[in-house]
């Protein structure tokens, strides 16, 4: 997809250059300690995994239809280990991440914490090493130049806290990569809005849309251009409304697929977390120098 015929004299440098990334990070992944959060957001994960367990034992059709399937705002997130606090703003971030690692956990059961933490830290770099391709090919087709893709991944890639927080920065640092996917593919769905394109942007944004809903800012702004792209008669009115459509179901639908709080009340819930964010003020104190 990204190394396409134009850039077949320069692959040899393009894949060195990313490969040279990767065993650096490979080789330093373990060299950062554990940051504030991730004990939060491994219990996170551990509380939806025993609310999908718990969903998938009480489903039923007329539990669904009568509103009595359970409920993760008064049951799990309120039956916490005795020796832990979950954040009580730990239910406005998407679990998808966190869910995903507690599995991967189960399956190989790491023998000790620090194993997993560490294991953590690598598979967050490994998302933001796919970013970094995905921006990589972003910037080269957005000036047709693949050594302007080359440096700007190379100046993304050596920012200090970028680099360091892609090891343990499990909210920030998995958003903006995220984020720099979706904006690869919806600049690939509005030049070309083929079925490919319509699915591939419709599940990254239900992804970055189940770190944090705000992130729906983005498809909004999609959707917005290939309106505008009407009004300069670049794309028929049907297909404007067929591709919309599509496109604005199938990222509902992998965002509630994907985000075990909305499966009880998709709408509600969904409005509570993108409440939270337009509402937040936290104040943190810095003590740097």
Not at 35 to 50: A, F, K, P, Y
Not at 201 to 217: E, K, P, V, Y
Not at 255 to 284: D, K
Request: proline share 2%; aromatic share 20%.
């Amino acid at each position: 997809m990204i190394f396409t015929k134009e850039y077949k004299y320069k692959n040899h440098l393009i894949i060195s250059f990313f490969l040279i990334f990767f065993i650096l990070g490979a080789l330093v992944h373990d060299d950062y300690g554990i940051s504030w959060e991730e004990d939060n957001h491994r219990l996170n994960g551990q509380t939806s995994i025993r609310y999908i367990d718990k969903f998938v034992d009480e489903f039923s059709i007329s539990k669904f239809l009568n509103n009595e399937l359970p409920s993760l705002e008064g049951g799990p997130y309120k039956d916490m280990h005795n020796n832990y606090i979950i954040l009580t703003n730990s239910k406005h971030y998407g679990s998808i991440f966190d869910v995903l690692l507690e599995y991967i956990d189960g399956l190989i059961q790491f023998s000790d914490a620090r194993d997993f933490f560490i294991f953590k830290h690598f598979v967050n770099f490994c998302v933001f090493f796919i970013a970094s391709i995905f921006f990589f090919d972003l910037v080269s087709t957005r000036f047709s130049d693949w050594r302007i893709g080359l440096f700007g991944s190379l100046v993304l890639i050596l920012s200090p806290r970028i680099f360091a927080e892609s090891f343990y920065n499990m909210k920030d640092l998995i958003f903006m990569s995220l984020f720099i996917i979706s904006m690869n593919t919806g600049s690939k769905y509005l030049i070309n809005p083929n079925l490919k394109n319509i699915f591939l942007f419709s599940i990254t944004s239900a992804l970055l849309i189940d770190i944090r809903s705000i992130g729906i800012l983005l498809p909004i702004l999609v959707v917005f251009l290939t309106t505008l792209q009407y009004f300069h008669r670049s794309i028929a009115f049907k297909n404007l409304l067929t591709n919309s459509t599509l496109f604005i179901f199938l990222m509902f639908l992998f965002t509630i697929l994907f985000w075990p709080r909305l499966w009880e009340a998709p709408y509600s819930n969904f409005i509570s977390s993108l409440a939270y964010y337009m509402n937040q003020t936290t104040i943190l104190k810095n003590f740097y120098l």
